[in-house]
C-alpha cells in the first residue's frame, strides 16, 4: 500500500557507504542541531564499494603506487599528485584519530592496520624509474623514511614469498615504506554509523531508493521508495548528498542540475585472487604494487596485499579487470544504457573512439582462464600453489566520462564533486583513490556547500580541533608534518 509521508531534514544524504558516513559525522560534529537521514537502497551499509572484499583495503598515500608518480619523456619524475594524495591521507588520518578519543566511536584496530607499502618493478627500463622515483620522493619529508633496494638478499627481508623461486641475477629493484596502512573501509564506514546512531537527530534507514528529485524553494523534494513493502515517502531537504557510487551519476541526472548535463560513466568490474592458506599468508606481511601492464587503465596497478579483515589475515592479488554495463555489484545491465542522454552521448562517443585500447584490454581480461591469472601472479610469486587461490568478485567502479573542448570527451580516472550553484546538492563521481582521502573531499565540499557556515567561528574553532593541520601545510613544513603524523599514529595504535 503506498502512503505519502512528509519529513523534514537538514541534510539528506543517499547511499550508506564511506563517503556519506563521513560526512554525515563531520556535519554532525560542527553542528549537533542538524536533522538528517541516510538513505541506503541495500539492507545495511558499507555492502559496495566500501566492503572490505570490493577493493584493495589501501591507505592510499603515495607511498607505493608508480601510477601516482609519471615519468616524462626526459626521465624526470613528476611527485606533486603523490604529495597531494599523501597529505590527503594525513587528514584522513586526523580526522579517525579524533573520532578514536571518543569512547562511544571503539577501536581504530578493527578498521586499520600498520602493513608496509612497497612498490617492485622487474627490468632495467623499470628498475631505472623507480631509482628516479625513489630519487625524488624521498627528497620530500612525506617520504623521507623510504628505503630503495637493488639487492636480492635485503628484498628477501622485505616481501620472503615474492623471492621464493625466483630467478637468481634478475633485474629487480623495490622500495619500501614501513608506514604504510591496510584499511577495512566496510569497518570504518559501520562505526561511522553505529557512531551517528548515538547522536540525536539523525536516522539511517535501509531498503530505500531515491524514486524522485525536485527543486524547490527550501531546497529539494526527494521522493523515496522502500523496496520491501513498497510505500513512499516524502523528505524535504535543505541539502541533499548523493554519494551512492556508481549509484551516483543516475541520481544526479535526476536532479536535472545544469552542473550534472554531459557527464557519463565507464563502468569497470573488478576480481581478485584470494589465498586464505595461513603458511602461505605469514610470508608476505606487505602490500606490494608494480607496473600495469601496457594498455592496461591506472586502476589495473596489479598488486599483492596483505588483508586484515574482521581479525582475519588473507592475500589478495590483482585487481584484474572486467567490463559489465552495470554501475553497482547488485545494478542492472540497464545501468550503462539508461544513463546516455542528449547532453552526454557525444562525449560518450569521443570516449568510446579514443579507447580501442582498453576495450581490448578489457575484453581480454573477461576472457582470461583462472591459469592466465595465476600466470600473472607466478611474476609476484614464482612459487604460486593453484589450490592456495580462489577468485573473488570484487566491486564495481564506475569513471568518469566527461566533455572536453578538444576531444569532445575524456575518461578521467579519479573521483569529480559536482554541485549545484547554490550548494543546495552535491554528488561525488568516480573511484580511486576515493575512499582514502574521503575527508578530504568532504572538507572540500563542507567549503563549497557550506560555506557560510564553515566561515563561521564556531565552525572554524571546531574544524580547528578536530584537524590541526590541513594539506598545504603539512605539504610544506617538515616539523609540523612529523608532528601531526606522528600523534595520529599513536592514537590509531599504528606501530610501524
Not at 623510504?146 to 636480492?152: G, I, L, Q, R, T
Not at 592496461?296 to 584484474?320: E, N
Not at 570527451?409 to 547554490?422: H, M, R, S
Not at 565552525?459 to 590541526?468: C, D, G, M, N, S
Amino acid at each position: 500500500m503506498t502512503q505519502n509521508n512528509h519529513e523534514t531534514v537538514d541534510v539528506l544524504l543517499v547511499g550508506a557507504g564511506i563517503m556519506s558516513a563521513t560526512l554525515a559525522v563531520l556535519l554532525k560534529e560542527l553542528d549537533p542541531g542538524l536533522k538528517l537521514e541516510i538513505a541506503e537502497l541495500r539492507e545495511s551499509g558499507a555492502i559496495e564499494s566500501s566492503n572490505p572484499w570490493n577493493n584493495a583495503g589501501t591507505g592510499h598515500a603515495g607511498l607505493c603506487e608508480l601510477n601516482y608518480t609519471p615519468q616524462a619523456a626526459d626521465g624526470s619524475v613528476d611527485i606533486k599528485k603523490a604529495v597531494n594524495i599523501n597529505t590527503q591521507f594525513e587528514v584522513s588520518k586526523q580526522f579517525w584519530s579524533y573520532l578514536c578519543g571518543k569512547s562511544a566511536f571503539g577501536s581504530p584496530k578493527n578498521f586499520i592496520n600498520s602493513v608496509p607499502h612497497l612498490s617492485f618493478v622487474r627490468g632495467e627500463k623499470d628498475v631505472g624509474f623507480l631509482k628516479a622515483r625513489f630519487a625524488e620522493l624521498s627528497q620530500h619529508h612525506a617520504f623521507a623514511d623510504m628505503e630503495y633496494s637493488e639487492d636480492a638478499a635485503t628484498m628477501a627481508e622485505w616481501m620472503p614469498l615474492m623471492m621464493q623461486g625466483r630467478a637468481a641475477g634478475e633485474r629487480i629493484a623495490a622500495t619500501r615504506a614501513l608506514n604504510g596502512t591496510d584499511v577495512n573501509f566496510g569497518a570504518l564506514t559501520n562505526q561511522l554509523l553505529q557512531y551517528l546512531a548515538s547522536q540525536g537527530g539523525t536516522s539511517v534507514s535501509y531498503n530505500q531508493k531515491v524514486t524522485g528529485l525536485l527543486r524547490t524553494a527550501q531546497g529539494w523534494d526527494v521522493t523515496i521508495k522502500n523496496s520491501q513493502d513498497g510505500s513512499t515517502r516524502s523528505v524535504a531537504a535543505k541539502f541533499v548528498f548523493l554519494g551512492a557510487g556508481g549509484g551516483a551519476l543516475p541520481l544526479l541526472q535526476m536532479s536535472g542540475i545544469e552542473e550534472g548535463k554531459g557527464f557519463g560513466g565507464f563502468p569497470v568490474s573488478g576480481q581478485w585472487l584470494r589465498c586464505d592458506n595461513q603458511d602461505v599468508v605469514k610470508l608476505h606481511q606487505a602490500k606490494v604494487y608494480s607496473q600495469a601492464e601496457v594498455g592496461a587503465p591506472p586502476m589495473s596497478v596489479p598488486h599483492l596485499d596483505t588483508r586484515v579483515v574482521d581479525g582475519k589475515t588473507s592475500l589478495l592479488f590483482g585487481p584484474y579487470a572486467g567490463f559489465t554495463t552495470k554501475f553497482l555489484k547488485h545494478g542492472s545491465f540497464l545501468d550503462l544504457p539508461l544513463s546516455v542522454r542528449p547532453s552526454n552521448i557525444g562525449p560518450m562517443l569521443a570516449v568510446a573512439r579514443d579507447n580501442m585500447d582498453l576495450t581490448r584490454y578489457l575484453i581480454k581480461e573477461v576472457l582470461q582462464s583462472q591459469d592466465q591469472r595465476l600466470d600473472a601472479l607466478r611474476k609476484f610469486y614464482p612459487n604460486v600453489k593453484a589450490e592456495d587461490w580462489r577468485l573473488e568478485i570484487a566491486g564495481q567502479r564506475v569513471q568518469i566520462i566527461k566533455k572536453d573542448a578538444k576531444k569532445g570527451g575524456v575518461l578521467q580516472f579519479g573521483t569529480e564533486l559536482v554541485a549545484a550553484e547554490d550548494g543546495s546538492i552535491a554528488a561525488l563521481l568516480g573511484a580511486s583513490p576515493g575512499a582514502s582521502v574521503t575527508v578530504s573531499i568532504m572538507l572540500n565540499l563542507i567549503e563549497r556547500c557550506f560555506a557560510e557556515q564553515a566561515g563561521s567561528e564556531a565552525w572554524a574553532t571546531k574544524l580547528k580541533e578536530i584537524f590541526p593541520a590541513r594539506e598545504k601545510p603539512l605539504e610544506d613544513d617538515a616539523e609540523l608534518y612529523r608532528q601531526v603524523s606522528t600523534q595520529c599514529s599513536a592514537n590509531l595504535q599504528l606501530n610501524a
